[in-house]
């Protein structure tokens, strides 16, 4: 999905509905990285999973400015508590 916030900035989003005992691994946090980054010049980029990510697949999706949106906070999003990169 490909949007804009609400101040303009170029968002960029991937949704990923997967059992809750499989995982995001960094592969597939790379290949949304090149995606958002070179193909779709995202400001802001979000990778929503209703499963974990794998500890490496965090620690890269931080290094490379990747919002990371696992189920707890895919919930909180959900009832209304603001997700702190969209403000």
Same mark, same amino acid.
Request: aromatic residues 6%; negative net charge.
């Given at each position: ?13 991937? %949704?990923?509905? #997967?059992?809750?005992? @499989? ?15 070179? @193909? ?10 209703? %499963?974990? #990510? ?19 906070? @895919? ?10 990169? @969209?403000?």
């Amino acid at each position: 999905m490909i949007g804009l916030t609400a101040d303009g900035r170029r968002l960029v989003v991937q %949704c990923k509905r #997967f059992a809750p005992y @499989l995982n995001i691994t960094s592969p597939e946090v790379q290949k949304f990285i090149g995606s958002a980054t070179v @193909l779709h010049s995202a400001d802001v980029a979000l990778y929503v999973a209703t %499963c974990p #990510f794998t500890p490496e697949a965090l620690t890269i999706a931080a290094e490379a400015g990747i919002t990371a949106v696992h189920r707890g906070v @895919l919930e909180e999003w959900s009832t209304g508590e603001p997700l702190k990169i @969209l403000e």
